[in-house]
């Protein structure tokens, strides 16, 4: 008898066109890996991206590339479902209840919610944007999923998913599985290059500390060039004393496979320089396969529109049996059929 494989579930949302490092190798990375071994379900959330205000045209195309680029990185349509979130509809739909279940302080504790309105001014930010986490809490739960492999700024997010799924569950009868994170230390969070001490991020300050996966390689590897690194010159891991040095250590021991242990020994006597330069070289080695495929995905967008209505058809059947049951528990009459 085959063994039934664990469900997982991520999201990316298609906002800024290019994917940046952080996201790559903060989760879809992991999502290539875990389509081999789990049930997996990937979506391009922009429905999320419309929690700030977003050009149409330009929301449709960076859409069209976000599912691109996760081709590109390798994700196969017939080893994993990957959709677009607005095709599936029973995501707000099963939203409406969740929000129905979150309280309001529970929602306003949420801390990505509370920088980004700082920043915004609560006139500019959304009620979507407020609600942000629990049309998440909906993806995750309309799929039965075990794990969520994110970046550890979604730390808080999944939290605040079993909470309420716990909430259902208790007030309903059990409908929902509770979710848990998956997320890899090592590549939990890519800081910027020019200020590591906050995370690669696309509202970052400067455009110098990020690298955009589609960015000209040559752009990408000029700025590792000129990476902010610490003081001293040993090439040690140490978040701590020298998180510049140990977030290049982490980005090259993810993109090549060698531990960071093999690469201090490594660049044993070496100085910062020589990090900064084969780093450059390793990503640019990396991601020119990667624009290659992404670019073959773009030139047929019909071929890819096909693969993303069959991963709406295949998103679908998992998640309407889950809202009809939700529904049900919750006491909406059905339609007469
Ligand atoms: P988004 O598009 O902002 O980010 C996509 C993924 O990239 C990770 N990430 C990072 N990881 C490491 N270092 C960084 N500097 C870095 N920056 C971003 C994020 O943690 C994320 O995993 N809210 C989600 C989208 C979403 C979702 C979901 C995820 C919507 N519904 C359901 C999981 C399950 C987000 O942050 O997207």
């Not at 290019?18 to 996201?23: A, E, I, K, V």
């Not at 995370?199 to 690298?211: E, H, L």
């Amino acid at each position: 008898m085959a063994t039934e494989r664990l469900r997982v579930f991520s999201g990316i949302q298609p906002t800024a066109g290019s994917f940046h490092l952080g996201n790559y190798l903060g989760a879809v990375r992991q999502w290539v890996g875990l389509q081999e071994t789990h049930d997996a379900v990937y979506s391009v959330v922009d429905l999320h991206a419309a929690t700030i205000p977003q050009d149409p045209a330009a929301l449709r195309e960076s859409s069209r590339l976000a599912a691109a680029q996760l081709l590109g990185a390798g994700l196969d349509p017939d080893r994993c479902t990957l959709c677009i979130q607005s095709h599936v509809p029973e995501h707000t739909q099963l939203a409406w209840v969740i929000n129905c279940l979150t309280g309001f302080g529970e929602a306003a504790r949420m801390t990505q919610f509370k920088d980004k309105s700082a920043k915004q001014g609560t006139d500019a930010t959304t009620v979507g944007l407020f609600t942000y986490p629990m049309l998440m809490a909906a993806d995750i739960l309309l799929y039965h999923t075990r794990q969520v492999p994110v970046g550890e700024d979604q730390r808080q997010h999944i939290e605040l998913t079993r909470d309420v799924a716990q909430r259902f569950n208790a007030r309903y009868g059990e409908t929902f599985t509770l979710p848990g994170a998956y997320i890899l230390k090592e590549t939990a969070k890519i800081q910027d290059l020019q200020d590591p001490a906050v995370k690669m991020s696309k509202s970052a300050s400067s455009a110098k500390g990020i690298v955009w996966l589609m960015d000209e390689p040559k752009t990408s590897a000029k700025k590792f060039r000129s990476a902010v690194t610490d003081t001293g010159t040993e090439v040690r891991y140490d978040r701590a004393a020298k998180p510049g040095v140990s977030n290049l250590l982490a980005i090259y021991s993810a993109l090549t496979g060698l531990t960071v242990e093999e690469l201090e020994q490594k660049f044993e006597g070496r100085l910062y320089g020589a990090l900064k330069t084969e780093v450059a070289d390793v990503f640019t080695e990396w991601v020119a396969p990667f624009r290659a495929r992404t670019q073959q995905f773009l030139d047929d967008p019909a071929e890819l529109d096909r693969l993303l209505a069959r991963g709406a058809e295949k998103a679908r059947a998992m998640a309407a049996p889950t809202l009809d049951a939700v529904y049900e528990r919750v006491g909406f009459l059905p339609p007469a059929r």
